[in-house]
């Protein structure tokens, strides 16, 4: 198994590469409409560490390039970026040429030497080939962001046995599927996982029970389970978690009866002794919960007559 510190650098590397797609695909919108300015081309591409193309540069030259595990679908990835990056570079200055220079060709040219007029005159030459250079350039961009997209897919396939990543691809669902359509998202997960989003919605919630957020963990396993009715596991994992969210919120009934229930269950799965002696010690807590609390209830009562 990979460090943990790499498994969080592969998820912030998929984030960030969804926020470049989307950054750039609002640029394209902006630039469509002869809205864009170069103030909001600034989240999308910069030389100061501020943008997500240049965030993204980074992580992809501190993951790969000098990596000796790096495998040739990352270094490829990483050099992809980078040229996406260079080209979002010059798109960046040629906008700010247009923004910042263009405005001299208003310039009166009645009141100009020749000198000056002849100035004026490049000018307006080189503002023209910065607007042709600039629409090149979100063409050569769009190409090269499809590609990218293509070869994200490839490392989230890659990465399908980080614990994280299911999690990660149950929260930003939407996201994936505006980048890859409905049909291209659900084929992603069959090749992922096989039985798609069953699969998915299994390992997430077993994502979220590792980090103890019971309550949407149960929600997950539910929905599993209501998908295959002969997956014991989600069902036991279901009345686990369900067991361990009702403590929490000091419903000591409910949550000793579905302890017993699940401890009641003949299962099989992976660290299934850990699940079954956590069971074993809420249930222990949760009877001398409950004798306290019918003593307090008797206390009051005695106390009242």
């Keep these: 198994m990979k460090p943990i510190n790499t498994e969080k650098k592969q998820i912030d590397l998929i984030k960030e590469s969804i926020c470049v797609y989307t950054k750039c695909m609002e640029c394209r919108a902006l630039f469509r409409d002869n809205k ?110 499809k590609e990218l997209v293509e070869q994200l897919k490839d490392l989230i396939r890659l990465y399908k046995d980080n614990y994280l990543l299911s999690r990660f691809i149950f929260e930003n669902e939407k996201a994936l599927i505006k980048i890859y359509g409905k049909k291209g998202f659900h084929m992603l997960l069959h090749d992922m996982y096989g039985n798609g989003k069953t699969t998915l919605l299994f390992r997430a919630a077993v994502s979220y029970l590792e980090s103890e957020h019971y309550g949407i963990a149960r929600l997950l396993f539910q929905r599993v389970s209501n998908l295959d009715r002969e997956n014991m596991a989600a069902l036991f994992l279901h009345m686990y978690s369900a067991a361990f969210h009702f403590y929490f919120k000091n419903m000591y009934t409910k949550s000793l009866s579905i302890a017993e229930k699940a401890l009641s269950m003949d299962i099989s799965i992976d660290r299934v002794d850990f699940y079954r002696n956590s069971l074993k010690k809420l249930t222990a807590d949760l009877y001398k919960e409950t004798k306290r609390k019918t003593k307090e209830r008797e206390e009051v009562k005695n106390a009242n007559i």
């Design 36 to 145: 864009l300015c170069f103030a909001s081309i600034e989240d999308f591409v910069d030389d100061k560490g501020r943008s997500c193309l240049f965030r993204l540069k980074e992580m992809c030259h501190g993951l790969y390039r000098n990596s000796n595990d790096a495998t040739y679908k990352e270094k490829l990835y990483d050099v992809t970026v980078g040229y996406i990056f260079h080209e979002a570079m010059k798109l960046r200055e040629n906008l700010y040429q247009l923004e910042y220079y263009a405005p001299g060709r208003d310039i009166p040219t009645h009141e100009l030497t020749s000198v000056e007029r002849k100035i004026v005159r490049e000018i307006d030459v080189l503002v023209k080939k910065a607007e042709k250079r600039l629409k090149e350039g979100f063409k050569e961009i769009r190409i090269l962001l």
